[in-house]
């Protein structure tokens, strides 16, 4: 199986920072990166897909790039409703695996 | 509206069964893959278990490979997750959750609100 691997598990930052989370895969996995977003009691939400392309609805501070095994989301002008939990997950091959996840508190 | 929800949902006694079921609506449901994820109490998400268009591919978390089954009827723009042998580390919200394409490959657009599996004597 391929893990993913986030760092940092968790970062304080003030609204308007930008912030980076970076996500390592055990082996390539090409482009088949995706993150979402988690906020208390709700869904996850799909940001990025295809480890750069941006989803349908999703504010333009948000992007992804890298590809291989190492990836990064960038948030730049932190806003106050960005403060949730980022997961990285990687479609390449089955079973289908996650990030353990980034917990972006205000600080 | 796009939509999905999720039923079935329940406490149940470690070893027994549950059947969960995803109602789609607001989309071609049988142009996209399909998938269950889970989050347990305290802990990140993880990937079930996901499906295509077509049920021609299919796949499994290690966790509950042997023990769970997907399925979709087409038909009936519906989903389903049959656990069996359940344990105490099953419990969790489960969620029903669109792929963006026909296949498991790419990400998971779409998400229901998701039902408490709670797996406990």
């Known amino acids: 199986d391929i893990q993913m691997t986030q760092s940092p598990s968790s970062l304080s930052a003030s609204v308007g920072d930008r912030v980076t989370i970076t996500c390592r895969a055990s082996q390539s996995i090409a482009g088949y990166l995706n993150w979402y977003q988690q906020k208390p009691g709700k869904a996850p939400k799909l940001l990025i897909y295809?480890?750069?392309s941006l989803q349908g609805g999703v504010p333009s501070r948000f992007s992804g790039s890298g590809s291989g095994t190492y990836f990064t989301l960038t948030i730049t002008t932190l806003q106050p409703e960005d403060f949730a939990v980022y997961y990285c997950q990687q479609s390449y091959s089955t079973p289908l695996t996650f990030g353990q996840g980034t917990k972006l508190e205000i600080k | 509206e796009v939509q999905l929800v999720e039923s079935g949902g329940g406490l149940v006694q470690p070893g027994r069964s549950l059947r969960l079921s995803c109602a789609a609506s607001?989309?071609?449901?049988?142009?996209?893959?399909m998938h269950w994820v889970r989050r347990a109490p305290g802990k990140g998400l993880e990937w079930v278990s996901g499906i295509s268009w077509n049920s021609g591919s299919i796949g499994y978390a290690d966790s509950v490979k042997g023990r769970f089954t997907i399925s979709r009827d087409n038909a009936k723009n519906s989903l389903y997750l049959q656990m069996n042998s359940l344990r105490t580390e099953d419990t969790a919200f489960y969620y029903c959750?669109?792929?963006?394409?026909?296949?498991?490959?790419?990400?998971?657009?779409?998400w229901g609100q998701g039902t408490t599996v709670t797996v406990s004597s």
């Open positions: 959750a669109k792929g963006v394409g026909a296949i498991v490959h790419y990400g998971m657009d779409v």
């Open positions: 607001g989309f071609t449901f049988d142009d996209y893959a």
């Open positions: 295809a480890a750069s």
